[in-house]
């Protein structure tokens, strides 16, 4: 009696929910590889891909042996959700990279190019003509992890100022970059 309930419990809990946990694991590892590989980093892609396509293989083997276990197909269907939001979530805790960063404005923008140089960013600034006007273009190479704190100044700034933000593959190595995160500064006060 107790072997039925235990492999009853085994079967419509503990292997469900362990399907569900690999296949996070594995989305995850997915979103992870995916990044690495638009930055240029081939081997640790591949490392991350081994593992993570291991962690399928043991998944779906479970879901293939017990093929008449709608449960299992819901635990895989969940981790796959689960596994891409979580994904999402180390993707932008990692914010690996850097970005162009271009502002638009009609606005006076000498306290947001001093802001930039006081940080260090070096900055190009354009002439333009909108639909509205003239306008300032400023364009800097940023990284990725300091965007939200830039975006946040250029908000509190002007906050109808137009900004896009690029992925940016590589940079010369002449690039103008401060040598410490802009986090420290809690722009967004």
Known sequence: MIEVLESQTFGLVLMPLLIFILRVLDVSLETVRIIF??????????IIGFVELMI??????????HVNNFLYYI??????????????VIEDKIAMGIDLLMVITSKDIS???????????????????????????????????????????IKRFNPDAFYSIADVRSVSPKAIFPRFSLRRFNLSK
């Open 111 to 153: 306290k947001l190019v001093s802001f930039l140089n006081s940080v260090n960013y070096g900055i190009t600034i354009m002439d333009g003509e909108g639909s509205t006007g003239k306008v300032k273009v400023i364009y800097s190479v940023v990284r990725r992890k300091d965007v939200g704190e830039i975006i946040n100044f």
């Open 75 to 88: 635990a895989y269907a969940a981790g796959f959700a689960v596994g891409t939001y979580v994904g999402i």
């Open 37 to 46: 590989i638009s930055r240029g980093l081939k081997l640790l892609s591949s």
């Open 56 to 65: 399928w293989l043991v998944a779906m083997s479970q879901i293939m042996t």
